[in-house]
């Protein structure tokens, strides 16, 4: 299930995905209660409003254990399934912090732009009650359970699927009730295959939130946008306030759906048919890909284009055939196509390009669209905003000045 998606070679991550990979089928004893799981004995102060039942999977040397925070932001909480350690290093983010209950952060909006429909053939989504503004942010929702990659790497369905139920179950009713209702995307066989099931079905990569293993998010209303190919949305995790936020990147017209991309969109009709087919086990049925032939066509050749140019602009040799027309090429081809949550790629090659001949106003102008871009969509911390910003704060120092015209 683990899809490989292209490595930004900007940021040098890959995207967050949804879906979780298979569960491997080892089994590892039940560990023990002791005191590893007594949160006040792994760090102090921060872990006041966490709770430990003690609920534990795995052995000694990798035992995943529940723990809640039912009163994080408002009384929406939230329930974790890691190691005591990660655990104490979670509760130290700042999001947990201030009066350790989550006060202040968001509570969800009274009049949301959108409204939960059936959308044919593919479940329920969301739909937009009013125009969204490009840019705008649609909703943001803080995680009601996250789970250690590692605790899916190491333990068996039966063990996930055990601490998965015992992690709703500490959940505030509402919360509760708001996973249990998500997409199990097949039908389930008992209570622990439904949640392992939704799990599966609707959980994000949020990324390292104990600084060292990477995470699995669930979010109701997120998980409710559809994949589309040429998404209207883009998100990303905020690591200070602890939301996943969802923002338009094009003007939103009332009665459109949301989507976002839970794979490439940067990959022709055939691979992304066959990825989703694969990987997230639907037929996607979104615009792009039930285009007329031809329509698909053109589109198939704007991506291959795409991928071509990616290959002679990321060639920084004195041979590389690339120039500043060829990045401005893949700026509207990326507009063509409609791919606008992912721009910032080609702003950054463009600006790599013009600094590479020596042109400050068009390598600070497209610097700045990127950073501008990138800080909205994409989410702050990021290398190459700061490569961006460097290259605006001094356009004849940055690395990349003049590099097309030096003989090497
Ligand atoms: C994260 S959920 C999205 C919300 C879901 N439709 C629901 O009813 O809750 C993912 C599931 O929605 C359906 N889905 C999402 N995007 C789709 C698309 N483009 N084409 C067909 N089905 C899609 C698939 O069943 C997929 O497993």
Not at 96 to 110: H, K, M, R, T, V
Not at 371 to 398: C, S, W, Y
Request: proline share 5%; with cysteine; charged share 25%.
């Amino acid at each position: 299930y683990q899809a490989q998606l292209r490595q930004d070679p900007q940021t040098c991550e890959a995207h967050n995905l949804l879906l979780i990979p298979p569960i491997q089928s080892c089994t590892l004893s039940e560990a023990p209660r002791d005191s590893e799981n007594n949160l006040s004995s792994e760090a102090p102060s921060p872990l006041n409003s966490w709770r430990s039942s003690g609920f534990c999977r795995g052995n000694r040397a990798q035992k995943f254990c529940v723990f809640s925070n039912p009163t994080f932001n408002h009384g929406e909480g939230v329930s974790v399934i890691t190691t005591g350690k990660s655990m104490a290093a979670i509760a130290g983010r700042p999001a947990f912090l201030a009066d350790g209950n989550g006060q202040g952060i968001l509570e969800s909006e009274s009049a949301p732009p959108y409204r939960e429909e059936e959308v044919k053939g593919k479940g329920i989504g969301l739909v937009a009650t009013r125009t969204i503004q490009a840019g705008e942010l649609v909703m943001a929702r803080t995680p009601g359970l996250m789970v250690n990659e590692r605790a899916i790497d190491v333990l068996g369905k039966k063990a996930i699927s055990e601490l998965l139920t015992r992690a709703v179950d500490d959940l505030p009713r509402r919360h509760r009730e708001n996973i249990l209702n998500l997409s199990s995307h097949s039908s389930a066989s008992d209570a622990d295959d439904l949640i392992y099931k939704i799990l599966q079905t609707n959980s994000f990569r949020t990324g390292r939130h104990d600084g060292v293993d990477p995470f699995y998010s669930l979010f109701t209303e997120v998980s409710r946008i559809n994949h589309a190919c040429r998404p209207t949305c883009a998100y990303h995790f905020d690591y200070t306030k602890f939301f996943q936020k969802v923002l338009a990147v094009r003007d939103v017209e009332v009665g459109e759906e949301l989507s976002i991309a839970y794979y490439d969109p940067l990959q022709t009709h055939a691979t992304r048919q066959q990825k989703l087919q694969k990987e997230w086990g639907f037929q996607c049925t979104c615009e792009r890909c039930s285009a007329d032939a031809s329509m698909i066509a053109e589109s198939d050749s704007r991506v291959l284009q795409i991928q071509r140019l990616w290959k002679e602009l990321d060639d920084h040799s004195a041979t590389s055939e690339a120039t500043p027309e060829k990045a401005e090429l893949l700026v509207s081809l990326y507009e063509r196509e409609g791919l606008l949550g992912r721009i910032n790629e080609a702003y950054y090659r463009a600006a790599l390009e013009y600094i590479g001949v020596g042109d400050i106003t068009n390598a600070t102008k497209y610097a700045k669209l990127c950073v501008d871009h990138g800080l909205l969509f994409i989410g702050p911390g990021r290398p190459f905003i700061q490569n961006m910003q460097e290259l605006i704060a001094a356009p004849t120092k940055h690395p990349k000045w003049k590099f097309r015209s030096r003989d090497t």
